[in-house]
């Protein structure tokens, strides 16, 4: 029997939004690949930017979309944040919260002070999601900020998060409005910075993890960058057009369309260089690729043709820092 893809790893460290729900909502049969991966007896943790909720909170909202779930299998931003702050200020220093009540509780947890006001003379600003935010929120933050020697932490810069209807605007958005008006710039404690996704492994007590995630920007750049395999998953935010043209830091080791694909084979994908460019086959699908035009052979709604379309053009373009779009051309297969 031909090895599946959750074979090469000792543990699944998932994204949430995008990838176990959208909104309130699970995405079709995720839950039940994620429930039959714990009951097969591989670690799974849940590694969450959402810094708005507890982390009990989101594990009984796992649990109820039919993923049980403790709080020891969700990390979380607000979590990592929050260790950021207490190993940087001495115990009991005030922090401002501009965030959710969740996030107060954790920076509590962590032997500091939550505030909510300037006045209170707070030593750091801790920036998290919360729908709830609003301008007089966040001029607190800006004021507080005016001083320079107050630390500032933000737990993600997530510029959209998933809903059921769409997309809508992240911590990312909040963050940008305090950072123009402040001119200055946080530390962001979750993704795409690697401890979150180290604490995760360490969490699941893992070696070989891999990372699930619907986002370049957050889930496969902070995989990626703490050196785990990185699965991209089609049923949230990016696309096959974006992961194509991805950075060289944003790109994924793999390219699934839904989370039952762990359970099969993931086909190799072989690139070769020439004088005229590069080649890459995947299955019967075949691209190439100049630097400049990539040429594909194969079916546009096969997820080999483009797997096959992003070895040829990421070995063209193996050190982007921004996204690369090709001209692309499609061949019906022979």
Known sequence: MAERLLDRYDAVLSDLD????AGPHAIPGAPEILRTIASDGMPVVYVTNNAS?????????LTDLGVPTGSDGVVSSAQAGAELLARRLPAGTKVL???SEALAEVVADAGLVPVRTQSEEPGAVIQGFDPGLGWAQLAEASFTLADPAVLWVATNTDLSIPQARGLAPGNGTLVAAV?????RTPVVAGKPEAPIFRTAAERAGSTRPVVLGDRL????????????ATVAVLT???TLETILAACSAERPDHVVGTLEA??????DVEVSASDRGHTARCGAACAETDGSRLRVEGDREDLDAWRAACGAWWAAHPDAEAPVTPELEWEAGA
């Open 97 to 99: 919260v501009t965030g």
């Open 262 to 267: 762990l359970f099969q084979p993931y086909p």
């Open 18 to 21: 995008g990838v176990v729900y």
């Open 179 to 183: 950072a123009a008006a402040t001119g």
């Open 53 to 61: 909720r507890s982390v009990a909170s989101v594990a009984a909202h």
């Open 217 to 228: 920007d957050t889930d496969i750049r902070g995989g990626n960058a703490a050196g785990f």
């Open 236 to 238: 949230g935010v990016d």
